[in-house]
């Protein structure tokens, strides 16, 4: 070989191999060593297969033969991506050109073989980190929008699918103001189009609270932070989006509780000033009363007004028992004795006289039997007032696995579903009368005795309000 020659094949960086037309190695230069870690003196005369890992070992030779008939390349003059096999059996990317000369009279080929691991691992570890951020983009709570520098939607993660209701098949390619409420769909195209023209940031790189049009046209706050990002010169914007429906509803309840709360304290207030001129008024016109025949026609307009005043008391009592709920006390309750005592007074009362209220069963629990029957009180006389004071009224005690059912069910016209969800919220009634405060005052009770009361409208007809109650229970809490 010329000296030039020579140089140009020790020194070159990528391997060089020279094979006859039966595949034997003739020659076998430095870079080639490095890349296979055989010496040069190990594989001359060698067949190249040594070099190749199945099934390319296997089948060189046939297509070299194959070759030298036809003349139909499949690598020669070419080239192509191919692995390769080191002497301590490892294998490795390599890209292969091969070039057909004359040797001694006959065909050889020159093999050029550049080693593409560097590329290879750059390329896996690409693939795997855009795997990764497709993972996290896929998984992400968050809804994340990827939009072009004309506000056309580019990505749109499985989040934002269920945040907005659209699938990513409805949304990509269309312009992301479909997502906003008037007036910042009209708004959104001029922002970007002021922002690529004076760089001036409204929400880019700050984030701001917004809102966010579902595709059944509910709208929802959401807070937006976005990114801007340059890619092969085409510049794009990253929007993710917290919806804030939980936190704007949880703050909305906490300001109505306040509310609730002050309006209490100063319904307390106002109670516990009632509460003794009443009294007084009563014990008078008790007094009064005494003193006339009963035949008299004033009595019996005093007995009306003892009647109202009992039930003016009431509101009060109810005020009062809300705003400043005592701690309960504990005691052994039948509850099969002090529902029937319960339903015995409502039946008593002069608006009821054709109520009938039928118990079945009973339970022994311990809690505050005052409290307790307050709260069968305000059941049982919500169920009465449905039925206009007529008909019956079935209470069923069940008791079973450490807990006890007690239903009430009336023969009304039933509770509507929006009267319902809100039938345990402080002063909401329905009645012309009434404080609203009967069947929270009962939630409150049963719940501080560890147990749970629901209302429900059953397809029969009616209502049934149904209180369950360990027993036996452990210690009440302090409401």
Excluded: W
Excluded at 173 to 180: D, E, F, I, T, Y
Aim: glycine letters at 8%; hydrophobic letters at 40%.
């Amino acid at each position: 070989m010329e000296p030039v020659l020579q140089s140009i094949f020790d020194s070159a960086v990528d391997g060089i191999i020279v094979i006859d037309s039966r595949g034997n190695i003739k020659a076998f230069n430095p870079a080639a060593e490095r890349l296979f870690g055989f010496r040069a003196e190990e594989v001359l005369g060698q067949n190249v297969k040594l070099l190749m890992p199945s099934p390319d070992r296997e089948q060189h030779d046939r297509y070299l033969a194959n070759y030298l008939k036809t003349r139909v390349p499949k690598i020669i003059g070419t080239g192509r991506d191919v692995l390769g096999r080191r002497k301590d059996g490892t294998t490795f990317p390599l890209h292969l050109s091969v070039g057909e000369m004359e040797l001694d009279g006959e065909a050889a080929f020159t093999g050029i073989l550049h080693d593409l691991s560097r590329r290879v691992a750059i390329e896996e570890a690409l693939r795997k980190s855009e795997e990764r951020v497709r993972s996290i983009v896929e998984s992400a709570v968050d809804a994340i929008i990827v939009i072009s520098d004309r506000g056309i939607i580019e990505a749109y993660n499985p989040s934002a699918e269920r945040l907005f209701g659209y699938t990513v098949s409805e949304v990509l390619g269309r312009n992301v103001n479909m997502l906003m409420p008037s007036p910042d769909r009209e708004q959104h195209d001029g922002y970007i189009q002021h922002y690529l023209k004076t760089g001036e940031q409204k929400i880019i790189g700050i984030g701001r609270e917004v809102t966010g049009l579902k595709k059944d046209g509910t709208r929802f706050p959401a807070h937006l932070s976005v990114g801007e990002m340059v890619s092969e010169g085409k510049r794009s914007f990253t929007g993710i989006l917290h919806d804030l429906s939980d936190r704007v509803a949880l703050e909305h309840r906490l300001a109505e509780q306040k509310s609730l709360a002050k309006l209490g304290e100063m319904a307390a207030v106002v109670a516990h000033e009632v509460k003794n001129p009443i009294a007084g008024i009563r014990g008078a016109l008790q007094v009064i009363t005494s003193r006339m025949p009963a035949d008299q026609r004033d009595r019996t307009i005093l007995v009306d007004i003892i009647t109202r005043l009992d039930a003016l008391n009431r509101i009060v009592q109810d005020m009062l028992m809300f705003a400043r709920p005592r701690p309960l006390r504990e005691e052994p309750i039948p509850l099969g004795s002090l529902l029937r005592e319960t339903a015995s007074l409502i039946e008593r009362d002069p608006g009821m006289l054709n109520l009938e209220i039928s118990v079945m069963g009973s339970a022994d629990i311990v809690g505050d039997r005052e409290m307790l029957q307050i709260v069968f009180q305000n059941i049982l006389m919500n169920a009465a007032q449905a039925m206009e004071g007529r008909g019956q009224i079935d209470v069923t005690i069940t008791a079973a696995d450490g807990r006890c059912r007690i239903a009430v069910a009336d023969r009304g016209p039933g509770i509507p579903d929006e009267v319902r969800e809100k039938a345990f919220d402080a002063f909401f009634t329905t009645k012309h009368r009434g404080t609203g405060l009967g069947l929270p005052i009962a939630k409150r009770v049963v719940d501080s005795h560890g147990g749970a009361i629901h209302i429900d409208v059953p397809p029969q007809g009616g209502t049934t309000i149904t209180v369950e109650l360990p027993t036996p229970r452990a210690s009440p809490r302090v409401s």
